[in-house]
């Protein structure tokens, strides 16, 4: 009788389990992204501009979490729209001003949200209040420079109005250049896509006989142009000595874009989320430590982008926060983590079916094997006839020695014996049966 017994089959039945489970996590780790990338590259604008400034935030916020997020210097919108839409740039980030594009124009872009206004900025020459766009027929208009976000935003309103290059003068000036222009009376009026501290527009403000446009329209031009907002600077706030503005004033402001390829980590756009997060829930100063225009608490991030559709790691980072595992392990831990989680779920979901079918897997295969034997010895017993001859009944008996042997050498556990014993009886009662006939046989 077998006793203790080592057992092949078992292995059989484990080597399955084990290479079902393999196959799973191999099919799994076709859908898991691999780890996120150490370095990202943001196209900001050049330095010293609120677009750099925004990317330093988001910088040391990256760098907290272990992530270096470098910023390249561009000369601003349309540069950061040419290197997102080139794949071979190397930049996965980019600030961009609002109106200059869209997914119709860039599909793999997705957005981050609007992060900031850039109002923009219409002075003019004269005591004659200018409160609508199409006033400025006939003047000379400084329209910022070509291939820029001011000169773009600036002939569309202006076409919008019915002002072109054939009812007054367009003259392309980088920013910088209009006090000039102004203070030597080479323009009537300008156009200023900038921040409210911008030297640029703080010295405007400043020069005698200029007017700051308040627009009669903003709430037509931001209905007719989405990507435009209207903003109410109230009398005073820029100099409440002087009292400028000298009324309250309607602008309008593009949302500036923050925007990312759509080919870049999940786990490093939910980190730039939380980024947005935490710069824009803190109150931004500017240097004599008054609250910036338009930067009020909890205005930004803006999830209705009327450009770009929202990223869904954003979406889901801006509605329910960081994921359980970022909230308190370090990000390069939560991630590890979270893309080992993912192959482990459908192997413990193979794993625990399997720990309940395995042991009836190993019972059927010694049954099976069991049974094989049994059909050898019918197959001998059925040969069995009056007419065999005395070789045929030799070969009988070897053939029964030959089973006898074979399940003696297979191993059979110890709760498996009452069938090992009656198997090998049942080959007893053969035996007997060709000791019966072989005297019989002639």
Request: a positive charge.
């Amino acid at each position: 009788m077998p006793t203790r017994v080592r057992h092949p089959k078992l292995w059989i039945a484990i080597g399955v389990v084990a290479f079902t489970i393999a196959a799973a996590f191999w099919i799994t780790s076709q859908f898991v992204q691999p780890a996120p990338p150490k370095k990202v590259t943001i196209a900001a604008s050049s330095k010293d501009t609120p677009y750099y400034r925004l990317a330093e935030d988001y910088q040391r916020y990256f760098k907290a979490n272990g992530i270096t997020l470098e910023i390249r210097e561009t000369t601003a919108s349309f540069e950061n729209l040419k290197l997102l839409n080139d794949a071979r740039s190397g930049v996965d980030i980019g600030i961009l001003q609002g109106g200059i594009a869209s997914n119709k124009d860039a599909p793999d872009l997705r957005s981050m949200g609007r992060v900031s206004y850039e109002p923009l900025w219409v002075f003019y020459r004269g005591s004659e209040p200018v409160t609508r766009l199409s006033q400025l027929k006939g003047k000379r208009i400084l329209v910022g420079p070509t291939g820029g976000g001011t000169h773009h935003l600036a002939m569309k309103l202006l076409a919008a109005s019915g002002v072109t290059a054939e009812t007054a003068t367009l003259i392309p000036m980088h920013l910088p250049l209009y006090i000039e222009a102004f203070e030597t009376g080479k323009a009537d009026a300008g156009f200023l896509v900038l921040a409210p501290d911008a030297n640029t527009v703080q010295r405007l403000f400043q020069m005698p006989g200029l007017q700051l446009m308040s627009f009669a329209q903003a709430d037509g031009y931001s209905q007719r142009f989405p990507f435009l907002s209207r903003l109410d600077l109230k009398q005073g706030v820029v100099n409440f000595g002087d009292n400028v503005p000298a009324e309250d004033t309607a602008l309008v402001a593009t949302k500036t874009a923050l925007v990312v390829r759509d080919s870049l980590h999940p786990a490093i756009t939910s980190l730039l989320a939380e980024a947005v997060l935490a710069v824009h829930a803190r109150p931004e100063f500017d240097p004599t430590g008054e609250a910036k225009l338009f930067r009020r608490v909890g205005d930004f991030p803006i999830t209705a982008d009327p450009e770009f559709a929202l990223a869904d790691d954003a979406r889901r980072v801006y509605k329910s926060g960081p994921s359980f595992l970022q909230r308190y392990l370090p990000f390069w831990l939560a991630t590890l983590l979270e893309r080992t989680a993912i192959l482990l779920v459908p192997a413990v979901g193979l794993l625990i079916p399997a720990m309940r079918i395995t042991p009836s897997i190993y019972p059927w295969l010694v049954r099976r094997r069991i049974l094989h034997w049994y059909r050898e010895l019918r197959r001998v017993e059925a040969s069995l006839g009056d007419t065999a001859t005395p070789e045929q009944l030799s070969q009988k008996l070897r053939d029964l020695d030959r089973i006898d042997e074979g399940i003696r050498a297979t191993p059979i556990p110890q709760n498996f014996s009452d069938q090992f014993y009656q198997l090998r009886a049942h080959i007893d009662v053969v035996r007997r049966r060709v000791a019966v006939i072989r005297p019989l046989a002639r």
